[in-house]
């Protein structure tokens, strides 16, 4: 089964990762598109702590209306602690597996929990996040590819330069920040009245 996974924190999912789903999902002719929010993101500050069942209701609210090959999986969630990338591959061995993920997070790749292990067991579709950092990021994924046999492809489209911390900085000045999340996801924020 070829399995796409989307991981990241989601605090709180944006325009821009539904965005990424979508590009995605035209992209690879995947069987399944597995989005996966963390426990505790090893490389990432959580500083506005929202639990992880209130992420996954928003990840559920914006992902699953967009296609019924969308999963959205508690087990980083449940499995508690610091959610690396590897043990979830592992987890879906047996699937030829592909990680969707942002440029920023291709540029620190090499840091990631058995980065080595990492790249030799999936493919790595990247999607564009700044207009300024092309160069850069094809010469990064060349990098990776002669030094790991990595598998990459970076995804030919516009950024959509938005991201969860500019929203929940602009949440925390009283801004209506409606245009840059799904409606349902909107919702949510409102009812529990996160990141104020
Ligand atoms: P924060 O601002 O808190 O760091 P974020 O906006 O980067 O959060 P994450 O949940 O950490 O959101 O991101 C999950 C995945 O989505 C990562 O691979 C990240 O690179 C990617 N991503 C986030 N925003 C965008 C965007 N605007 N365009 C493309 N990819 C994105």
Redesign the pocket.
């Known amino acids: 089964m070829k399995t796409g996974i989307?991981?990241?924190?989601?605090?709180p999912?944006?325009?821009?990762?539904v965005?990424?789903c979508s590009l995605f999902l035209d992209a690879f002719c995947l069987d399944r598109l597995v989005v996966m929010p963390a426990g505790i993101?090893p490389h990432?500050e959580m500083t506005d702590r929202v639990a992880g069942d209130v992420r996954l209701e928003m990840c559920r609210a914006a992902f699953l209306p967009l296609s019924p090959k969308i999963e959205v999986s508690d087990f980083e969630i449940k499995k508690g602690g610091k959610s690396y990338t590897i043990d979830t591959v592992r987890h879906y061995a047996g699937d030829d597996v592909v990680l969707?993920?942002?440029?920023?997070?291709l540029l620190c790749l090499d840091c990631w929990m058995r980065a080595a292990e990492l790249m030799s067991l999936c493919q790595f579709a990247v999607?564009?996040?700044r207009a300024d950092e092309t160069e850069k990021i094809l010469r990064c994924a060349e990098r990776l590819k002669r030094e790991y046999g990595a598998r990459i492809s970076v995804i030919d489209a516009e950024?959509?330069?938005?991201?969860?911390?500019?929203i929940?900085e602009r949440i925390r000045c009283g801004d209506d920040v409606s245009s840059l999340v799904p409606g349902g996801v909107m919702e949510i924020i409102r009812d529990r009245g996160l990141y104020r």
Not at 13 to 17: Q, W, Y
Not at 159 to 166: K, Q
């Open positions: 989307y991981g990241g924190t989601f605090s999912v944006h325009m821009g990762h965005r990424s993101p990432k969707l993920c942002g440029t920023d997070m999607i564009p996040r950024p959509l330069e938005v991201s969860s911390s500019e929940r």
